[in-house]
């Protein structure tokens, strides 16, 4: 069976925490009681000391008396103390997770002790963990941490074991951001505990050192800090305790290797190997030769680093061994130009992962087995045909690379009807964006070389299907919790389904299970998937729509996202990879793949628009600037606009940019559309065409139809910044509070708040409006964009007081028609591949809003003012968002000229999502008939009155 293995220390916490609690437990005092609490200390002192067994036993005679005096609390707290002593013994993971459900349906309605309830939960949300159901893992400790925030002078040592929990499960859903956010918390925890001077603290700060380091691209301050501090614990160590000494050294290695010290690196490795291997597992000694050999290649040691991991592979038995390194061989030798030496190890590496055709013919299901390992072999054959086809020309290998990725698409669409959004993201993280990358080298090659139509929409898919992976995992959760509700029955049958599933696939991935063990958990394994098929099927029949977006809806084919398109609409699909920045242009009546320059050239040259667009010009070399600006904007527009434009060079009256890469931070309305124009004679794209923006295709159909009711039209918040008792530290919005008192002013109900702390007003309202407005502050933090949020309390020196963060609206459902952020860089934050800029507005799409308006740089109050307030009269009348915000601009550009012209004071605020109408124009007219209807009659009825006979009137009265 499936052994759980826990540190030492992790033990020793445990029961620990066990023993604080019994201090809280139900005060009972007679001598049953006690004798049975003693009883079970007894056994907890057996736990600690690792005699599981015969602790069990003692603490089953406590449990009897417990259980035959209805003590609830007391059962509870020793049943905790049971099943986590079983998990050391070998037992049954579904066993035991049945065995917490048990106790969470049965024992805690009767509990009166919250601690119990909070750990309670946290076993199941161990449990779930365990099963691989990262989503209802996140659930559970989350019911735990809000147990625990309603109970008074509890230890730091539950809430940062909780936390510690969040921050593995976060990682495990490859949602570094929050798993750095928990591991803070943990670390601060465990600090309050004074444990500072146990070596454990050092597996917590390495853990969030490594969160750190995986969020930025260089090493920030407080990631020093940390490095400092987890040197000086390790400097006192055991040398016995190499697993502490270990993991500080480790820490050490990963800070050089993230500022490319290479040859430090190198030097490093023979430490961490002297306790390393002390244990000298096969598997720990594979993960170092691994190490070492990437080191190797890191200063160009090739040779050194194939020939140390040929050995090494030579020499391993287990599959999981032989497979990481033939992986990580092929990878190398992909990346010395190698493709047939590539694929022949990718070959080897697909054989120690992926089941036999024969098999894969009769069970579809055995790519299940190891999933982001199938995704990862999968990604590096694709590779090594990619230099292949690249090396030859073939045009063969070509098909062969995207026959392969079709099978990767094949198995993904099997993997969504089995796993939840945050484990979908597991899988797509394997290597996904890459096999894209490949794919769209092979397209575009392909196209070049054949012309043929067919590749256009192998393009279409590359592009789609690398975007917005979390946002569309979102968008099928809010709109199917908005359509037909599912039976209960229904719902518990695949949740059982579920659980045994993830459970049986954790058994099938050991090594020390022999093949005869094996067969009877496989069979069992495929029936599971064949009952999943069969209940994904009833949700299919008799909740369609759930279904539909439940399971993801299928990407529309080129051909149908074109017949959706005006015949003066376009659509710009970008896609950017380590290959280069692609764009395929979508017509009524044309469409192009084309390859632009590659990802590093476009960056600079975006990032230099966009810093000297984001200042405001200077009056004494204003013309100067704007000179320098427009050559720079015109080589832009030549760069990304010029190849997607059609045969006849027109520009199209409407364009939806599918951006990607660092073009998320390129406003395209603002480029200049005519070379070597003279200053004031500046001719923009936005004058030509309306331009909207999505994150993908997808995002924009994903919430059609909705389903919500708002409570009102419009809630507008603006904070009186640099009133009495607003914050000295933020700047007056003079603006701000214009802005919103105009906007507010052209809709017949509105509801506003103008004071200093907006925030509780905000939590009351937020949700139950149509259109969410706010003028604020914003701020950025590029290191952790979770952390970035809008200012709502004005009266506040501290950001975590009153700030509404992206972290906050990722756990939040606020599903508004339309979500306008006129405040400073809300559309900033670092890019994320697959996903765009994880910013403000990000988040926003996340909690449910399909169209968000926000701004690239620091907005300008005074025209910005201008801009709403004629964005919002235009989109009254019923016209597009698109054209709202067109028209807004325009207005603009042709009321102001010189100085006033500069981008800096109104390209940065754009329109992202869902470009369509608000407002029905037909509905309007409708309307205006139906009061002019009205008036029309009352006229007559008026006209008419007088000349009835008084008289008869009156008497029909009285005899009424």
Not at 213 to 240: G, K, P, Q, T
Not at 756 to 773: E, S, V
Not at 830 to 856: K, Q
Request: proline share 4%; charged share 25%; glycine share 6%.
């Amino acid at each position: 069976m499936l052994k759980i293995t826990f540190s030492l220390s992790v033990l020793l916490f445990t029961f620990l925490g066990a023993h604080g609690l019994r201090a809280q437990v139900a005060p009972i005092s007679n001598e049953d009681s006690l004798a049975a609490m003693e009883i079970q200390q007894r056994a907890i002192g057996q736990f600690r000391i690792g005699k599981f067994e015969y602790g069990i036993t003692i603490l089953d005679s406590a449990l009897a008396i417990f259980t035959e005096q209805e003590w609830y609390d007391l059962i509870a707290s020793a049943e905790l103390d049971r099943i986590r002593a079983q998990m050391y013994l070998n037992h049954d993971l579904l066993e035991l997770h049945q065995a917490r459900l048990r106790l969470e349906k049965n024992i805690l309605p009767l509990v009166e002790k919250r601690l119990i309830h909070a750990k309670a939960y946290q076993a199941v949300g161990e449990s779930y963990r365990d099963l691989g159901q990262l989503q209802k893992s996140v659930e559970y400790f989350s019911r735990s941490l809000d147990v625990l925030s309603e109970l008074d002078d509890v230890s730091p040592y539950y809430y940062g074991l909780v936390h510690s929990w969040l921050a593995r499960v976060y990682q495990e859903m490859h949602q570094k951001a929050l798993s750095l956010e928990h591991r803070r918390e943990a670390v601060r925890y465990q600090r309050a505990l004074d444990s500072g001077a146990t070596p454990s603290i050092i597996l917590d700060l390495a853990a969030l050192l490594s969160a750190q380091l995986a969020l930025s691209d260089s090493v920030s301050e407080e990631s020093y800090a940390l490095l400092d501090e987890i040197r000086h614990l390790s400097e006192n160590l055991d040398e016995r305790e190499h697993k502490y000494l270990t993991t500080a050294l480790l820490a050490e290695f990963s800070v050089l290797q993230k500022e490319n010290r290479h040859h430090e690196v190198l030097a490093l490795l023979p430490e961490i190997e002297r306790y390393d291997l002390v244990e000298g597992t096969e598997q720990i000694i594979a993960i170092a030769m691994l190490r070492r050999g990437r080191a190797y290649s890191a200063v160009g040691r090739d040779r050194e680093a194939l020939a140390l991991w040929d050995s090494v592979y030579a020499e391993c038995v287990l599959n999981s061994s032989k497979w990481a390194l033939a992986h990580n061989i092929s990878e190398l030798y992909a990346d010395g130009g190698m493709g047939y030496q590539a694929l022949e190890w990718a070959q080897r590496a697909e054989a120690h992962i992926l089941p036999d055709s024969l098999e894969l013919k009769l069970n579809p299901y055995a790519w299940s087995l190891d999933a982001p390992k199938v995704l990862q072999t999968l990604r590096v054959c694709v590779k090594a045909l990619s230099v292949i086809a690249y090396s030859s020309g073939i045009e063969k290998d070509h098909k062969s690379i995207i026959d392969k990725i079709d099978s990767y698409d094949s198995f993904f669409r099997l993997a969504k009807t089995r796993a939840v959004p945050g484990e979908l993201m597991t899988l797509r993280e394997a290597g996904w964006l890459d096999i894209y990358d490949f794919g769209m080298q092979a397209a575009y090659r392909a196209y070049q070389l054949s012309g043929e139509a067919s590749y256009l929409s192998t393009a279409w898919e590359m592009t789609e299907e690398s975007k917005a992976a979390t946002l569309l995992s979102s968008f099928n959760r809010i709109a199917g919790d908005e359509l037909s509700p599912v039976s209960s029955e229904l719902l518990q049958e695949e949740s059982a389904l579920r659980t045994e599933y993830g459970y049986l696939q954790s058994l099938l991935m050991q090594e020390d299970l022999e093949e005869a063990e094996k067969a009877p958990i496989r069979k069992r394994f495929f029936e599971v998937n064949r009952h999943l098929d069969k209940v994904v099927e009833r949700y299919k029949n008799e909740y369609a729509d759930y279904s539909a977006q439940r399971f993801s809806p299928p990407l529309p084919s080129l051909e149908e996202a074109r017949d959706e398109l005006d015949s003066d609409e376009f659509i710009w699909n970008y896609f950017s990879g380590p290959s280069g920045v692609y764009t395929l242009s979508l017509g009524a009546e044309s469409c192009d793949l084309r390859r632009l320059s590659s990802e590093d050239s476009l960056s600079a040259l975006v990032s230099e628009y966009r810093t000297r667009s984001a200042l405001m010009p200077s009056l004494q070399n204003f013309r100067e600037e704007m000179s320098e600006l427009n050559a720079m904007s015109f080589e832009l527009y030549k760069h990304v606009v010029i190849p997607v434009l059609p045969a006849t060079g027109k520009l199209p009256e409407k364009v939806v940019v599918l951006p990607d890469g660092v073009l998320h931070y390129l406003p395209f309305e603002a480029l200049v559309t005519v070379a070597n124009s003279g200053l004031g004679n500046e001719r923009y794209l936005i004058e030509d065409t309306e331009i909207s923006y999505a994150y993908g295709y997808r995002s924009i159909e994903a919430y059609s139809p909705r389903q919500v009711r708002f409570d009102g039209e419009f809630m507008g918040l603006a904070p009186a910044f640099g009133s009495s008792g607003a914050s000295t530290s933020w700047s007056q919005l003079r603006g701000a509070q214009v802005e919103l008192d105009r906007v507010a002013s052209l809709f017949n109900e509105a509801s506003v708040s103008k004071d200093l702390n907006c925030m509780d007003w905000f939590r009351g309202r937020a949700g139950q409006y149509r259109i969410m407005h706010f003028s604020t502050h914003a701020f950025t933090d590029p290191i952790d964009p979770l952390r970035s949020g809008l200012l709502l309390n004005a009266g506040s020196e501290s950001l975590q007081d009153g700030t509404l963060k992206v972290s906050d609206l990722y756990f939040s459902s606020l599903p508004a028609e339309m979500v306008v952020l006129s405040a400073c860089q809300t559309g900033d934050g670092p890019i994320r591949r697959g996903e765009g800029a994880i910013s403000l507005a990000h988040g926003f799409f996340y909690a449910g809003s399909p169209a968000v308006l926000m701004t690239l740089w620091p907005s300008n109050d005074a025209s910005g003012a201008d801009l709403m307030s004629n964005f919002y009269k235009v989109l009254l009348e019923g016209n597009t968002k698109r054209a709202a915000l067109s028209t807004a601009k325009r207005s603009y550009l042709a009321s102001h000229d010189g100085y006033m012209k500069h981008p800096y004071f109104w390209a940065g605020m754009v329109l992202v999502g869902d470009p369509r109408p608000l407002y029905s124009s037909d509905s309007l007219w409708s309307s205006i008939w139906l009061w002019l209807l009205i008036a029309l009659i009352m006229a007559i009825v008026l006209l008419i009155l007088p000349w009835r006979p008084s008289q008869g009137f009156g008497d029909h009265s009285k005899q009424s």
